[in-house]
């Protein structure tokens, strides 16, 4: 079936270092490409999506790249700041399941940003 | 904001003991969803809604009953909670596009999340 596979953190970064992580998918269809961040005690948020390959998704600084050819969607940041220490998800949609707009979640990637 | 609430936001229950959780909406969304958080491995889909009594079972279900009587409430229960059900349960809402200038495409919203603990 399809899956989603995220590096494993922590990953630790200084304020304004660059900021990559992995994200790779296993799909028989065309899914849309997701990331959701949680901040410490919330819930997830969306932060960006591509709907297509060599879409780019991008927010808040954040940018990903669907490649279909590397069946990749890596989450890219310039510059982090403190602020973006969390936890973030690389997500698929179930093109399996029909139009009911299932999701299947990597495992996690923590992001702390030190001063 | 989608307009998600979950109920309770913490609770500790004892092994054996019957434990509902409730997910209200307040935008008549068709699509709902209840998911389980646990450390290394995502987030996993136990059962979803696509209409007024209408559900089905996710990759994790076994253990787990959902009802939906009405299109902004979507009821979790725990038929006799065991320890292996402790983890944080978030509920989420379906929405087309998600983000400005996004596609049709229909996109997750969650809710705060539900610490549940069995003891």
């Known amino acids: 079936g399809d899956s989603v596979t995220q590096m494993e953190g922590p990953v630790t970064l200084s304020e304004e270092a660059f900021l990559t992580i992995n994200c790779t998918y296993t799909a028989t269809g065309y899914p849309s490409l997701f990331w959701y961040v949680q901040y410490p005690g919330e819930g997830l948020q969306l932060l960006l999506k591509?709907?297509?390959?060599?879409d780019k998704g991008s927010n808040k600084g954040f940018e990903a790249t669907y490649r279909k050819e590397t069946t990749s969607f890596h989450l890219e940041k310039g510059s982090v700041q403190v602020s973006d220490s969390a936890v973030y998800f690389c997500a698929l949609s179930d093109q399996g399941s029909g139009n009911t707009g299932k999701l299947i979640f990597g495992q996690g990637t923590t992001l702390q940003v030190k001063p | 904001d989608a307009g998600i609430t979950q109920s309770p936001r913490h609770k500790v229950t004892e092994t054996g003991t019957p434990v509902t959780l409730r997910c209200h909406q307040t935008?008549?969304?068709?699509?709902m969803y209840w998911y389980r958080q646990d450390p290394g491995h995502g987030l996993r889909l136990i059962h979803y809604s696509y209409g007024v009594k209408d559900t089905d079972k996710g990759e994790v279900s076994d253990g787990y009953s959902v009802s939906r009587s009405k299109t902004e409430d979507f009821l979790l229960t725990l038929e006799s909670a065991t320890s292996s059900q402790t983890s944080v349960y978030f509920c989420?809402?379906?929405?087309?596009?998600?983000?400005?200038?996004?596609?049709?495409?229909?996109?997750?919203?969650f809710g705060p999340g539900t610490r549940l603990t069995v003891l």
């Open positions: 935008e008549n969304h068709r699509y």
């Open positions: 989420a809402i379906s929405l087309p596009g998600g983000l400005a200038g996004g596609a049709s495409t229909d996109t997750q919203y």
């Open positions: 591509a709907t297509k390959a060599d």
